[in-house]
């Protein structure tokens, strides 16, 4: 008999990884997935600690399904990901509904845990165990769901930012071996996957064992883009740290690596960059900027911002503000500090909320508008644009170029096509075109 499976992911691109490796770990028990929450035997929620909104979202969302658990006391319902991890038995305690807990990095044990909860009988696994999860999941479906795919190579952190909950959550930085990697690549490929992103929290920290000792995430990408049938390799995310000369002379060299680099720098000010304990000055990383745009002139670059750490001033502020001009981002993201449990900077005094609210508000303004400029120059040139789905209008597709814009063109061009298009349009958050 099948059981049907709800997963809700929050956060980031690992938590998207981890879900669709949970559903097949379920998978093998005899759980499908469904879009449908109301339908389902059992709901997953694979749930994000970053900050303080993030993890909230948990309990409101459990609140939610308490009437469905009411009114089908077969329901089960697991939380997984970063909040499990943090709070483990907690969510027990505060939320009875829930029969199993599991972090991000024992998910292999899932399904006794599902057994387990279909008996009746409560589990929470946040252990950071000797094994590897990735030997115990079962080996990835034959079946083709998308052209992209994600493939997590690197797992955890031991930066330890004063702000940051990663390395709490996710544990020490570890690489998966590079065979591994190359043999889930080469599997995705021939599933008819096109562009793989390798991620990590500290992507470019790589180091996995390989044929002849440690390979950098450039040798990774270099072997990787041997795969006949794999187009398009990106990474994220980057420490400015780990940005290593033979992973920038990568970008001017490997016509697969993407032109697109997400390079979290978080403020612009040297006292601030301290205090968060990013071991990084402004300067550092406006001369690796300038090193990475040496090798690939149109690389388009995105990054992070938290506005309101404790102790930021207007000075402080504005500094970021002056990083933010100097470097021209085609995306970014920003954040109003959040104070996280157990981190060291929840300790200091916050800046007061209307401060921080009126700072984001500025930041954001000045991101949107380099996003506009970046992409409205986009019009009139070629790009080449892999599709991925049906647009919202007949007889139009939709993909993303080799600098991660989304695309719009009028074609009949099936996913996984990969076409040269001319852009003709900038809205917002995407971009129209036509088939050159
Ligand atoms: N590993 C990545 C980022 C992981 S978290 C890196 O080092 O770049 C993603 C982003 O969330 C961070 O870059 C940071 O900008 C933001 N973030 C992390 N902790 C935060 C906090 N306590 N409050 C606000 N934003 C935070
Ligand atoms: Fe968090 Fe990234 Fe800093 Fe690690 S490097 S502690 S993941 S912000
Ligand atoms: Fe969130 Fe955990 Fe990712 S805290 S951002 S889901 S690593």
Request: charged content about 25%; overall charge negative; glycine content about 8%.
């Given at each position: ?10 956060g ?15 998978g093998?028990?005899?759980?499908v ?29 459990l609140?939610?399904l ?51 909860a ?14 590897d ?43 998966r ?13 021939g ?6 992103t ?9 180091h ?68 968060m ?7 550092d ?10 090798a ?17 001033t ?90 991660l ?13 990969i ?10 958050n ?7």
């Amino acid at each position: 008999m099948t059981k049907k499976l709800f997963i809700k992911t929050y956060g980031c691109q690992m938590n998207v990884y981890d879900s669709e490796r949970m559903a097949e770990a379920l998978g093998a028990e005899g759980y499908v997935t469904t879009e449908v929450a109301e339908e389902a035997d059992m709901v997953l929620l694979n749930t994000c600690h970053i900050r303080e909104k993030a993890a909230e979202k948990l309990y409101s969302d459990l609140g939610r399904l308490k009437p469905l658990k009411v009114e089908r006391p077969d329901l089960k319902i697991g939380v997984a990901g970063c909040v499990a991890q943090a709070e483990g038995e907690e969510i027990l305690r505060r939320m009875p509904l829930v029969d199993l807990v599991v972090g991000p990095q024992s998910y292999h044990r899932l399904p006794a845990m599902a057994k387990r909860a279909e008996a009746g009988e409560k589990s929470v696994d946040t252990d950071f165990p000797e094994e590897d999860k990735f030997d115990h999941l079962p080996d990835r479906p034959k079946a083709a769901v998308r052209p992209t795919a994600f493939l997590t190579v690197q797992e955890g952190c031991d930066k330890f930012c004063a702000f940051c909950v990663v390395p709490y959550t996710r544990g020490a930085e570890i690489s998966r071996p590079a065979e591994r990697v190359l043999a889930e690549a080469q599997g995705l490929v021939g599933k008819g996957v096109r562009e793989i992103t390798l991620l990590g929290q500290n992507v470019n920290a790589y180091h996995g064992a390989g044929a002849d000792g440690d390979w950098s995430l450039a040798r990774l990408v270099r072997e990787l883009a041997r795969i006949d049938g794999l187009d398009r390799i990106r990474y994220t995310t980057s420490h400015p740290n780990d940005m290593t000369d033979d992973l920038i002379a990568a970008h001017g060299e490997e016509p697969k690596l993407m032109p697109y680099l997400h390079l979290p720098v978080q403020s612009g000010s040297d006292r601030i960059l301290k205090a968060m304990a990013r071991k990084h000055r402004a300067e550092d990383y406006l001369r690796l900027v300038e090193k990475i745009r040496a090798a690939r002139p149109d690389i388009v670059l995105s990054g992070d911002f938290i506005v309101g750490f404790p102790g930021e001033t207007e000075a402080d502020f504005a500094a970021t503000l002056d990083l933010i001009r100097a470097v021209n981002y085609g995306m970014a993201y920003s954040f109003k500090y959040s104070a996280r449990p157990g981190t060291p900077a929840a300790e200091r005094t916050p800046v007061p909320t209307d401060v921080a609210d009126a700072r984001l508000q500025t930041v954001q303004a000045l991101l949107t508008e380099q996003q506009r400029a970046t992409q409205a120059a986009m019009v009139g040139r070629e790009v080449s644009v892999l599709f991925e789905k049906p647009g919202r209008l007949q007889g139009q597709m939709v993909g993303k170029s080799d600098y991660l814009h989304a695309v719009h063109a009028k074609t009949d061009a099936t996913p996984g096509t990969i076409a040269r298009v001319r852009i003709t349009g900038s809205a917002p958050n995407s971009l129209a075109g036509e088939i050159a």
